[in-house]
C-alpha cells in the first residue's frame, strides 16, 4: 500500500510558477507509475502529467505541453509537478496518483492510490 502526501500548492498570479511535491510513503515507489490529476469546481477530475516508474518517459495532457514539467526522485520517494507561465484556467485542486502499470495510464479509473489535493490558485 502506498500513502500519498501533496504539498505546494497555494495562490499565484497569471504568468507566475508554482511546484508541488507528492511525498509517497513505503519501500516501494520505484514500483509504481505516477501522475498529476486536477479538479476545478464542479467538473471532472482530468489528466494533468504522468511518469513512468524510472523517470525515463513522461506524458502531459496537451493544455500543459510546455507549461508543466514532471519528474521523480526514487530515492526520496517524490514526484514533483513544477507549472511555468500560470493561467487562471490552472485553478484547481491537484492530486497525485499512484498505480502498477508499465506505461502510466491518463484515466482516473486506474489509479491505486491517491493523495488527499492541494489547492492551486492562479488570479488574473
Same mark, same amino acid.
Given at each position: ?24 510513503? %513505503? ?6 507509475? =505516477? ?5 476545478? #469546481? %464542479? ?11 524510472? %523517470? ?9 505541453? %510546455? ?15 513544477? =507549472? ?19 506505461? #502510466? ?20
Amino acid at each position: 500500500q502506498v500513502q500519498l502526501v501533496e504539498s505546494g500548492g497555494g495562490l499565484v498570479q497569471a504568468g507566475g510558477s508554482l511546484r508541488l511535491s507528492c511525498a509517497a510513503s %513505503g519501500r516501494t515507489f520505484s514500483s509504481y507509475a =505516477m501522475a498529476w490529476f486536477r479538479q476545478a #469546481p %464542479g467538473k471532472e477530475r482530468d489528466f494533468v502529467a504522468a511518469i513512468t516508474r524510472t %523517470g525515463r518517459s513522461t506524458y502531459y495532457a496537451d493544455s500543459v505541453k %510546455g507549461r508543466f514539467t514532471i519528474s521523480r526522485d526514487n530515492a526520496k520517494n517524490t514526484v514533483y509537478l513544477q =507549472m511555468n507561465s500560470l493561467k487562471p484556467e490552472d485553478t484547481a485542486v491537484y492530486y497525485c496518483a499512484a498505480h502498477g502499470a508499465l506505461v #502510466p495510464a491518463r484515466q482516473v479509473i486506474a489509479y491505486d492510490y491517491w493523495g488527499q489535493g492541494t489547492q492551486v490558485t492562479v488570479s488574473s
